[in-house]
């Protein structure tokens, strides 16, 4: 903490459980300590609270006194500090500690009142606000522990300053733990450290709210390997909170990273130290080839060091942000703080003859002056080869391809390996000449020409999206359809069939247009959206898709569609159900590197494609995206929006470097592929004479059937029940389950 100079510090402590019918002002209430300033001890005005309960949480080990406030009792929390001198220009931070428990209403308020030289107030400016809706998807707002700080600058002509908080929710509890105010930016300072944009626009720390995860447990004892190596190691499974400060959990201490995998998969192997002591040079290694008792494994592993960026917190627009590891890249020697973490991720490609079996390696990690730390590995080789992707099932990416030719191949290599088959591309390929025809435009055409040519090397044989919203732009059309005349339409559909035989003739995979992108948005963007589908649909051999975020306009557009992308959100057996009775292709998209309301790590991520897929019935997946950035690439916070990255953009040989939720989307069509292999198997054992088989094959399908109906059917509710109810691995355990499942039904099948 920044020391005070002139200023106060607030802290909220509870003693004991009391009802407060009214405080009158400054009173001092039993169990509310008093505000502390650099002046003497002031006491809140507590007029309106009434029946909080005192409690207690962890903060790197130290318990904490805090504040419950259950709507069920029909508690309120209002606090008012005293008048406190402030300096016009000078830079403060406002601290609070949050929790929540599916709590709708005004679960957090917090106002600053501003008093000039007169002594008169000069009106409130917000601090922070939280509130949340509920309906039968959204239970309320729960998060566990996390810190805000807010940043600001005091106004000309202020010479003093208010605090007022109220947290008074209409269902739910919010517990409220510590609060400071502090001049100087606090956390945020520290936080904007690892953003490129906040260190070079300084200005901007004032608009941010930096938000830190609180851990609750504190650092366990280090062996003494560990102390003369100067670092504590631990597990930590797809980065799940890889945070600068992030404490080990229960079960992430372990002697042997372990992983078992099926052949034709790649083994992830992902842990962290924590440096208990200033380090310099900290740096990791393989430290030799994997052997079994068969011998090496044929293979060449791929060892990363995580890295970390800010990142917005609550959406996409959102200026509240967190920082975690969002890429994998080389590792380097870097040094390290005491109690500061770094991670790192090693992937290992099981090819499909690899011989079954236990190898073994190690990892050495090391700080400069500091003895090695050794970290033993071992991989078990399942004897199971995962199939393809059938045709069942699409797995795409919104593609924006870069210029550089050897970066769009080295691109979809990558797409390809990591399970992915399909694109969603953008722009359309005719233009107007000068004098008024419709034409190719043959610099566009080259470029979808190489773009098909690396879809058919890398397997990108399912039909292609083009989102074609700049045709209206191309064609000098109207963007209301109220405007539109038939010469207009006759232009528009001229257009479509001229690019529709160009991809035909050129060899490309089938076209599926769309020319609006969520039309539910805007009232006119669902008239031209219903209008150009309608033109569409009236077009022989045209596909159509759409884009489309809420269930009433996929009703709507449904009868003018070959193929519909939902938003997950609006995901839903009633919705599947519907899409799948008039015969269309239903498939549902979500940022693969997104907001916290769709997943910040690679367990989320694996779980979505894995078990959400088959269980919701839909045909598959498009993320966005693979590359979708405004400004630097590697910085979140330097746009209207945050960026979606699958991968970022790397210098070669690498030319990508993977994101953790990227790689936990490889390992969700991994586990697709054993849920299509486990029911391949089933079906063969239910059609065959052997009765041993076909009963194997009942109990294995009831097996299944029961993980999957563990997941929940809708969008909304899966959201929610992966960021709250499921434990962290829950994707792991259900593979490992299922691997054994697919050992029997095979061993069946051989009657054994």
């Excluded at 105010?181 to 070079?200: C, I, K, N, P, V």
């Excluded at 591309?425 to 419709?438: C, D, Q, R, T």
């Excluded at 939902?566 to 239903?586: C, E, R």
């Amino acid at each position: 903490m920044n020391k005070i100079v002139g200023i106060f510090i607030v802290f909220l402590f509870i003693g004991v459980i009391f009802i407060i019918p009214d405080c009158g002002r400054h009173e001092k209430v039993s169990g509310i300590r008093s505000l502390q300033t650099n002046s003497g001890q002031e006491v809140w005005d507590t007029s309106g609270t009434k029946r909080v309960v005192a409690d207690t949480y962890l903060d790197r080990g130290e318990t904490q006194n805090a504040i419950l406030v259950d709507a069920a009792n029909q508690a309120v929390l209002r606090l008012t500090g005293p008048r406190v001198p402030v300096k016009a220009g000078s830079s403060f931070s406002f601290r609070f500690d949050l929790r929540s428990e599916k709590a709708i209403g005004d679960i957090f308020k917090a106002s600053l009142e501003f008093i000039g030289r007169e002594g008169n107030s000069k009106g409130d400016s917000l601090l922070y606000s939280i509130s949340a809706e509920a309906d039968e998807d959204h239970p309320g707002w729960t998060r566990p522990w996390m810190s805000y700080t807010r940043a600001l600058k005091i106004p000309e002509n202020v010479t003093e300053v208010r605090i007022k908080v109220s947290v008074s929710p209409a269902r739910g509890k919010v517990w409220l733990g510590g609060m400071s105010f502090l001049e100087g930016e606090g956390w945020l300072a520290y936080a904007a450290t690892f953003s490129s944009h906040l260190g070079r626009q300084p200005q901007d720390k004032y608009v941010y709210t930096a938000v830190r995860n609180i851990e609750p447990m504190g650092v366990p004892q280090p062996t003494e390997e560990e102390k003369k190596s100067g670092l504590l190691f631990f597990e930590r499974k797809g980065m799940v909170g890889a945070w600068p400060y992030a404490n080990p959990r229960e079960g992430d201490r372990v002697e042997l990273l372990y992983e078992k995998v099926p052949r034709g998969t790649v083994a992830p192997f992902v842990f962290g130290v924590k440096a208990l002591e200033d380090l310099s040079g900290v740096n990791a290694s393989l430290s030799g080839p994997l052997a079994g008792k068969d011998g090496e494994l044929k293979t060449k592993p791929i060892l990363y060091q995580g890295r970390y960026v800010a990142t917005r917190q609550e959406s996409s627009w959102s200026k509240i942000f967190n920082i975690r590891t969002r890429l994998l890249e080389a590792p380097q020697a870097k040094p390290l703080s005491r109690g500061e973490n770094t991670f790192f991720w090693l992937d290992i490609p099981v090819p499909e003859n690899t011989p079954p079996g236990v190898y073994d390696g190690e990892f050495t990690v090391s700080a400069q002056a500091h003895t090695s730390l050794k970290v033993p590995f071992r991989l078990e080789v399942h004897p199971v080869t995962l199939p393809p992707i059938p045709g069942d099932y699409t797995l795409g990416m919104y593609y924006y391809p870069p210029d550089d030719p050897a970066l769009i191949e080295a691109q979809f290599k990558d797409m390809a390996a990591h399970g992915v088959h399909a694109v969603s591309l953008a722009g359309a390929f005719v233009e107007k000449s000068p004098a008024g025809a419709i034409r190719l435009d043959l610099n566009r055409v080259r470029q979808l020409d190489v773009l098909m040519a690396l879809m058919r090397k890398y397997g990108f044989y399912r039909p292609t999206s083009l989102y074609v919203a700049d045709l209206l732009r191309r064609l000098d059309l109207p963007n209301k359809a109220g405007e539109w005349t038939e010469e207009y339409k006759n232009l528009y559909q001229y257009a479509v069939r001229l690019m529709d035989d160009t991809a035909r003739q050129r060899g490309w995979t089938r076209l599926m247009f769309f020319a609006v992108d969520e039309p539910a948005n805007d009232p006119e963007h669902m008239k031209l959206a219903l209008l150009t589908h309608q033109l569409l649909r009236s077009m022989k051999g045209i596909k159509t898709i759409c884009d489309l975020n809420t269930p009433g306009s996929v009703e709507e557009l449904a009868p003018y569609l070959d193929a519909i992308v939902i938003q997950i959100s609006s995901i839903s057996p009633s919705t599947i159900g519907f899409t799948k009775s008039k015969g269309l292709q239903t498939f549902f998209y979500l940022p693969a590197l997104g907001s916290s309301d769709v997943g910040t790590d690679a367990a989320y991520h694996r779980s979505i494609p894995g078990w959400f897929l088959p269980r919701s019935g839909a045909d598959g997946i498009y993320y966005f995206a693979y590359q979708a950035v405004e400004k630097d690439p590697y910085d979140e916070l330097d746009g209207g929006h945050r960026d979606w990255c699958a991968a970022y953009p790397a210098e070669a040989p690498y030319y990508v470097w993977p994101s953790p939720e990227w790689q936990g989307i490889r390992r969700g069509i991994e586990d697709l592929r054993l849920v299509v292999l486990a029911r391949q198997l089933i079906e063969q054992c239910k059609a065959g004479p052997n009765e041993a088989a076909r009963q194997r094959g009942e109990e294995a399908r009831a097996k299944l059937e029961g993980i999957l109906n563990t997941v929940k059917p809708s969008g909304p509710e899966v959201i929610y029940q992966l960021h709250n109810e499921l434990e962290t691995y829950a994707s792991e355990k259900w593979r490992q389950e299922l691997l054994g499942e697919v050992s029997a039904l095979q061993e069946a099948m051989r009657g054994k």
